[in-house]
Structure formats: structure tokens, C-alpha cells
């Protein structure tokens, strides 16, 4: 795509029916919409209808948020059920990313967006350790120390502390209103309430182990058993640990020859690359969720 062409996103679910692509392509014909890129999946299961469609901005005769309010009609039409979302590329996604000590994620992000490949505006990163602070702060961007009490685990076994450091959290990252919260190697349990408020934006990388190899060590555990593939999994967060619905995959062959440290950094390389791909997915709206499950176009 062109840096300079501007793009309206329209991204529809509902209950399938005969005449739904149809009656879209007709209300943006209508009104001159060239559309450039288009997308349609049906679930069988579920019997839910996803689309996505990007059109020229510039031959609409109205904006975003008059061409919001009469595709509201439309889709209202097609069922009341359904969830759509309509989008402007010209306007930045906001972004922060909650970290810890490991780095590898974060070193990646801030390369991307620093080199332009990634085009977000990245808010704020907050950690939980101050160790990536000055990497930060090099890029140009704020960090944030919020402290967790030594000793806690995730889960956090002090809960008044856990309680006051996740609320400090919140508050730093609903300050800046982010279409993404990133937990690049975060190490922390978002707690429910973080999760329903955060739903279908926090977004976290682990490990593709479980549930086979959980708990601490992991690579450790996976190389006593000998396994031939390690990989990484994007998800979104959600109140069932490591469990909500996937947005991106990739696994990478090991063999006998390769150490435990060898698994380790073969691991970081997959999550580095599955984390950025899962957030671009995301912040082009590619990404359309259904009960526990997505449609990636």
C-alpha cells in the first residue's frame, strides 16, 4: 500500500444469510466506494459471516464519521447482532507495551517502530523492573518503574500490593487511551477486572509449550523430553491464563545438537517475530473474534 493513500477499514461479523457481501458492495457503490482490498470468511460451525474491506478514502464524498454513522444502518439491516468497526489508516495507533526484565521483545518493537517498518505511536513502555528504562529512554520514549513487592509470584501473594501496583498500571495505561496494550515478556497475571477492561486490545507473547511443559524452566523441561519444534504463540488476554483467542503462531525445528541456551534463543527469535506480527494483524484490523476464536484476514 501506498504510504500517501489514505484507507478506510471496514471489518463486519454477524450470522450468515444469503445477500450479506451483496448488500455492502451496493451501499459503498452507491456512494463511489473503490474498494481495494476485501476479505470474507464463514464459520460453519457457529454459522457467523466475517468480512474486511478496505476502500479509497478519497472517493467516498463524506468522512469517517459520516460513513461510521451510515454503515451503522447497514449493518443494523443485516442483523442487530452484529459487531462491526470502521477505521482510518491516516490515524496512528497508540500503543504501550508492559515489560519486565527480559528484553528481547521490546528490543525488537523499538527497532521496528524506530526504523518506521511498524508506524504506532508508542505511548509509553511500563515495567515491573527498571532494568529496560534506559532502553527506553534512549528510543525517545517514557518509562514507568511500577514496583511489585519482592518475593510475590505472578499470581501475587501480597494482595493489597499487587492490588496498588496494578492499579498504578491501569492508571498509567488508560491515561493514554492505547488501542494496544502489549505484554512483551511482562511475567505478570493481569487480574480480571484489567482483563474485561482491556478486552480484544492487551495483547501477550509466551512460550508454545504449554500445555505440555508449564510452570518454571520450561526449555529446560522441553529439552529433557527431547522435542524437535519450539515456537511462540499471540494471543489476547483474558481472565483463563494463557488461553485467549490466538492471533499468531510459528514454531521452528531443534535437534540433539542444539543445548538448552541454543532452544532458549531459537524460542526468543520466534516470539520476537510472532509478537510483531500478531500487533500489526491487530492494529490493521485483521484480526475479527468470535467467542473464543479469531478470523485473521
Request: with cysteine; net charge negative; glycine share 8%.
Amino acid at each position: 500500500m501506498s504510504l500517501t493513500e489514505r484507507r478506510y477499514v471496514i471489518t463486519l461479523g454477524c450470522p450468515d444469510r444469503t445477500g450479506i457481501v451483496a448488500h455492502i458492495a451496493s451501499f459503498l457503490a452507491e456512494w463511489g466506494g473503490w474498494i481495494v482490498e476485501a476479505g470474507y470468511h464463514t464459520d460453519p460451525d457457529t454459522g457467523w459471516f466475517f468480512t474486511r474491506q478496505e476502500v479509497r478514502a478519497d472517493s467516498l464524498p463524506f468522512g469517517i464519521e459520516e460513513l461510521r454513522e451510515r454503515f451503522a444502518k447497514v449493518a443494523t439491516q443485516l442483523d442487530e447482532r452484529a459487531d462491526w468497526r470502521v477505521s482510518d489508516t491516516e490515524q496512528r495507533r497508540r500503543v504501550v507495551i508492559l515489560v519486565s526484565k527480559e528484553g528481547h521483545c521490546l528490543h525488537d518493537l523499538l527497532g521496528r517502530i524506530g526504523s518506521g517498518e511498524l508506524d504506532v505511536d508508542l505511548r509509553a513502555v511500563i515495567g515491573n523492573h527498571p532494568d529496560l528504562g534506559p532502553i527506553t529512554e534512549a528510543h525517545g520514549i517514557p518509562f514507568h518503574h511500577v514496583p511489585f513487592p519482592q518475593g510475590t509470584d505472578p499470581h501475587g501473594t501480597d494482595p493489597q500490593a499487587k492490588e496498588a501496583a496494578f492499579g498504578r498500571i491501569r492508571e498509567l495505561v488508560d491515561g493514554q487511551a492505547p488501542d494496544a496494550i502489549v505484554l512483551a515478556k511482562f511475567m505478570r497475571v493481569l487480574p480480571p477486572e484489567l482483563c474485561r477492561a482491556w478486552q480484544d486490545r492487551a495483547l501477550n507473547i509466551h512460550h508454545s509449550f504449554l500445555p505440555s511443559f508449564a510452570g518454571a524452566r520450561p526449555y529446560h523441561q522441553a529439552y529433557q523430553r527431547g522435542v524437535k519444534l519450539v515456537g511462540a504463540t499471540c494471543h489476547y488476554v483474558t481472565a483463563d491464563l494463557d488461553a485467549g483467542p490466538i492471533i499468531e503462531q510459528d514454531v521452528t525445528r531443534v535437534d540433539h545438537t542444539d543445548s538448552v541456551s541454543d532452544m532458549v534463543r531459537k524460542g526468543r527469535d520466534i516470539e520476537k517475530i510472532v509478537l510483531a506480527r500478531g500487533l500489526r494483524a491487530h492494529l490493521e484490523d485483521r484480526v475479527l473474534v468470535h467467542d473464543q476464536r479469531t478470523v485473521v484476514f
